[in-house]
């Protein structure tokens, strides 16, 4: 399966960008530099153009509207006159006091820890870029690369909403409302999402000086 | 330094450490990954266009039969409701939410509807060795550029949250339509096992050439 012992035949060392060639993002060509990928037409650049501008941008977007996401109720419920709002916090409290610790611990991870991790992260990420920290590249590769992929998952707490919301819809006795948090809330996982998608990873290898060069 | 072969497209860069490594042919089942960084260069499954595209499809029919069936069944206080998925979209109707009717519908139904017809458009003509349809190399970028959007797989998650939320409240029951989303999620689970970038870009990269 994993042929290491097999390693192919590589210029030892050298990138496509030592050697003056580009890489497509989309498809993976190689080629001499042009404007557009021959094959699948995605622009061609050595390194995504304003990386590190463009992360930082929806980086600082996505914490601010976490903000308003943890002030703000994500749900209100009126039941019989009197109304109820909770946060995405106090949501999490009220499944500890169901006694669903499992879905609580889900819901905890997701919404609070995940986009909290994923803040610092893409922060340290950027940094070491800029201030070409000696990091070991591929411990670095593999936290953006669990950040890329868990981030999305922060979702979830939006979409409990927008089913609550359904469910008890219909209800006369009860109705649920989705609060301005499940916005602000939305839109933050969207930025840092974008702000993942943003960095160009191959940044983080050429932060590396030459003497860096594993094996 | 002597500078790459002369034709570049003879090599594979390494997506996330820019790596060049000569290209050689990859054997069924095998898997070749970049020798600085360990990133998946390239494998090779046994009938993946088969897999993926039969994958595709699976994911088309099954969003479509999702958003028809009722979803969740809820029994409380003598009353009986059963939403769709379609509801489930709409609920957030009015006011400052607004915004994110087209946010979860597009998460959950049109962002994965898109790249499985994306997909299908892709692969169905590589699947009997025929030539690409025209702008298929743009479908693939568009259905590759779509992935980390399509959500059906934690909105799964979400309703089994929402579940337990409202359990005290009612007698809660799962539609036709949550079986199907699960089922979507399975086969996207399959369809990314079987998935190649690398290899149908070279097909569809033979056929720009040719």
Redesign the interface.
């Known amino acids: 399966m994993d042929n290491l012992a097999n390693p192919r035949e590589t210029y030892a060392g050298l990138t496509a960008r030592k050697a003056g060639l580009v890489a497509c993002t989309t498809c993976g060509q190689v080629d001499h530099p042009r404007a557009a990928c021959s094959r699948c037409n995605t622009p061609l650049h050595s390194r995504s153009p304003l990386s590190y501008q463009r992360t930082l941008a929806w980086l600082i977007a996505g914490m601010i509207f976490f903000i308003p996401a943890n002030i703000y109720p994500m749900l209100i419920t009126r039941t019989l006159g009197s109304e109820r709002e909770s946060t995405i916090i106090g949501g999490v409290i009220e499944l500890v006091e169901y006694g669903s610790y499992f879905v609580a611990a889900v819901v905890g991870i997701a919404s609070i820890v995940v986009p909290l991790a994923k803040f610092a992260v893409i922060g340290m990420l950027l940094a070491s870029i800029r201030r070409a920290w000696q990091l070991n590249p591929h411990q670095r590769l593999h936290l953006y690369e669990v950040t890329e992929f868990i981030g999305r998952w922060s979702m979830i707490d939006v979409f409990v909403v927008a089913i609550l919301v359904a469910l008890v819809q219909l209800d006369f006795v009860a109705s649920v409302n989705p609060g301005f948090a499940a916005v602000s809330f939305a839109l933050s996982v969207i930025f840092t999402m974008l702000a993942a998608q943003s960095l160009d990873q191959r940044l983080i290898w050429d932060s590396m000086n030459e003497t860096g060069q594993d094996e | ?1 002597n ?2 072969a002369a034709d ?2 003879s ?3 390494c ?8 290209q ?1 042919p990859v054997a069924t ?5 970049c ?5 998946t ?1 390239a494998s090779s499954r046994y009938n993946a266009i088969d897999r993926t595209l039969a994958a595709a499809v699976a994911n088309a029919i099954l969003i479509a039969g999702a958003l028809f069936f009722p979803f ?1 069944k ?1 029994e ?2 003598g ?1 009986l ?1 059963s ?1 769709t998925l379609i ?6 109707g009015g006011g ?2 607004a ?2 009717v087209l ?2 519908a597009a ?2 139904v049109i962002i994965p509807f898109m790249r499985a017809s994306a997909l299908v458009y892709t692969l169905w003509p590589l699947r009997f060795g025929r030539a690409p349809y025209q702008g298929a ?2 479908a ?2 568009f259905a ?1 550029a779509l992935k ?2 399509s ?1 059906a797989e ?2 799964i ?6 579940l ?6 009612a007698q ?1 029951s799962l539609g036709p339509a949550f079986w199907m989303l699960v089922a979507l999620v399975l086969v996207l689970l399959l369809e990314n096992h079987n998935f190649c ?2 290899t149908i ?1 070279q097909i ?2 033979k056929h ?2 040719a």
């Open positions: 330094m500078t790459a570049p497209r090599l594979i860069a997506p996330n450490c820019d790596l060049l490594h000569n050689t089942g095998e898997r070749i990954r020798a600085r960084c360990g990133t260069l969740i809820l409380g206080a009353t409701q939403a509801d489930a979209i709409s609920a957030f400052l939410t915004p994110l946010v979860v998460f959950i190399a743009q693939f970028r590759n980390p959007w959500m934690i909105f998650i979400g309703v089994v949250v929402a337990v939320k409202i359990a005290g409240m809660v970038r690398w870009w569809l990269g720009t050439r």
